[in-house]
T-cell receptor
Framework: AQTVTQSQPEMSVQEAETVTLSCTYD???????LFWYKQPPSRQMILVIR??????QNATENRFSVNFQKAAKSFSLKISDSQLGDTAMYFC??????????????FGTGTLLAVQP | NAGVTQTPKFRILKIGQSMTLQCTQD?????MYWYRQDPGMGLKLIYY???????DKGEVPNGYNVSRSTTEDFPLRLELAAPSQTSVYFC??????????????FGPGTRLTVL
């Protein structure tokens, strides 16, 4: 069974600084996708970034980038130039590249990030 | 595009009551999902659908039912509400075809309290 582990329940960072959130996963599959979702106090689940396992290049989206280490099964999120609006719960998620019952997101337990002014 | 919409945003139920949570997507996605999020936890899959007329159970289906008569709509029915069903419910949708799995897009959630 696939599992996703986020070992940092809470983190804090000063505005304009850089922070890295950790995520590890366990799977025997070779084709899969990894995601970081952000959940602000509004509770909306917002996609931050997506990584296809077959791509060696790390995904980037503006101030957000990932360090994808497939052999180590590690998928960390780096937030540069942190902003107050980045304060949220961040979830790492995994999905296999198959349809049907297996096409479901497996979520970690989340990391609560607080950006301090 | 409105994306994924859910109604209601909040609801309080008494034990034993029933209700339907509505979910609609306008992205022509074939896959739709219902998740629940308990306090301090990630999301867990309740039910999913791979297309109109086809639904199946996820990890935590007990106490819930779904139907999918159209591509756009995927309502979740709670029968005989129990305090254990107090949670935030998210509907999501995505496009899947062999060899490609699109991102799941989420609705704004429904906060349900059962007293």
């Amino acid at each position: 069974a696939q599992t996703v582990t986020q070992s940092q329940p809470e983190m804090s960072v000063q505005e304009a600084e850089t922070v890295t959130l950790s995520c590890t996963y366990d799977t025997s599959e070779s084709n899969y996708y990894l995601f970081w979702y952000k959940q602000p106090p509004s509770r909306q689940m917002i996609l931050v970034i997506r990584q296809e396992a077959y791509k060696q290049q790390n995904a980037t989206e503006n101030r957000f980038s990932v360090n994808f280490q497939k052999a180590a099964k590690s998928f960390s999120l780096k937030i540069s130039d942190s902003q107050l609006g980045d304060t949220a719960m961040y979830f790492c998620a995994f999905i296999r590249d198959y349809g049907g019952a297996t096409n479901k997101l497996i979520f970690g337990t989340g990391t609560l990030l607080a950006v301090q002014p | 595009n409105a994306g994924v919409t859910q109604t209601p945003k909040f609801r309080i139920l008494k034990i034993g009551q029933s209700m339907t949570l509505q979910c609609t997507q306008d992205m022509n996605h074939n896959y739709m999902y219902w998740y629940r999020q308990d306090p301090g936890m990630g999301l867990k899959l309740i039910y999913y659908s791979v297309g109109a007329g086809i639904t199946d159970k996820g990890e935590v289906p007990n106490g819930y039912n779904v139907s999918r008569s159209t591509t756009e709509d995927f309502p979740l029915r709670l029968e005989l509400a129990a305090p254990s069903q107090t949670s935030v419910y998210f509907c999501a949708s995505s496009y899947y075809t062999s060899g490609f799995s699109d991102t799941q897009y989420f609705g704004p959630g429904t906060r349900l309290t059962v007293l």
